[in-house]
């Protein structure tokens, strides 16, 4: 699994004010019943989920076929093929307005015949990411999922990509991957669909992957 790194914006502590005008302020705010107490807080970030979920069950999508497959993807999204894909191998990422990236990869199943099914093939992955220098896995959540008919491997990976300077200085950029790895015999192809994204990102990510996830065809 691989991906351009994000960027993550950081915070700065402030010195809080000791001053007698900004404890009589307190005081006074103290008096008034808080937004917990009324309830409003509750009711605010019920209304920001329900919104969240509204926007994704109207956000457009589109189907994209091609060499024998096809998926659902936002409109949104600006589609880029690798100019070498052909039947048996290649790639494709959408690009998100949002900022983040969701790729789909395939290939011959003779590329990974030494894999005995498709967890497999995800363990090496994750093996790849984890002899890097470059990342730091830090969770891993599996789950097997039917796509197509196949069973196949579905993974979520919270990981801190690592950037080294001198010195032995070192930054960390917190990333979620997750991915989808298929194995389709009746094609003799792989499948790889995968996506990395911020945190602030990851939860819109999820969702729209796992929708392409479930509308994805392999075979006829």
Not at 166 to 175: A, D, G, L, R, V
Not at 189 to 198: K, L, N
Request: charged content about 30%; hydrophobic content about 35%.
């Amino acid at each position: 699994m691989a991906g351009d790194p994000e960027s993550f914006g950081g915070f700065r502590a402030v010195k809080p004010d000791d001053s007698p005008r900004f404890k009589l302020k307190m005081m006074k705010y103290q008096a008034i019943p808080s937004a917990v107490a009324r309830g409003e807080c509750n009711r605010y970030y019920r209304a920001l989920k329900r919104t969240a979920r509204s926007l994704l069950s109207i956000l457009p999508f589109e189907r994209l076929a091609v060499y024998g497959f096809s998926m659902d993807y936002p409109t949104s999204c600006k589609v880029e093929f690798n100019p070498k894909s052909d039947r048996n191998q290649g790639d494709i990422a959408f690009k998100s307005s949002d900022g983040y990236k969701i790729f789909l990869s395939w290939g011959e199943m003779k590329k990974v015949e030494k894999f005995r099914d498709a967890d497999a093939h995800a363990d090496y992955s994750l093996d790849r990411i984890r002899g890097s220098r470059e990342a730091k896995i830090l969770d891993v959540k599996r789950e097997r999922r039917r796509a197509n008919g196949h069973l196949a491997s579905f993974n979520h990976v919270k990981l801190d990509l690592i950037k080294r300077g001198i010195f032995f200085n070192q930054t960390k950029t917190p990333q979620e991957v997750r991915s989808l790895h298929l194995h389709c015999e009746n094609t003799s192809r792989y499948f790889v669909i995968y996506g990395p994204a911020t945190p602030p990102q990851s939860e819109k990510q999820g969702e729209v992957i796992t929708k392409m996830i479930q509308s994805f065809i392999c075979h006829n």
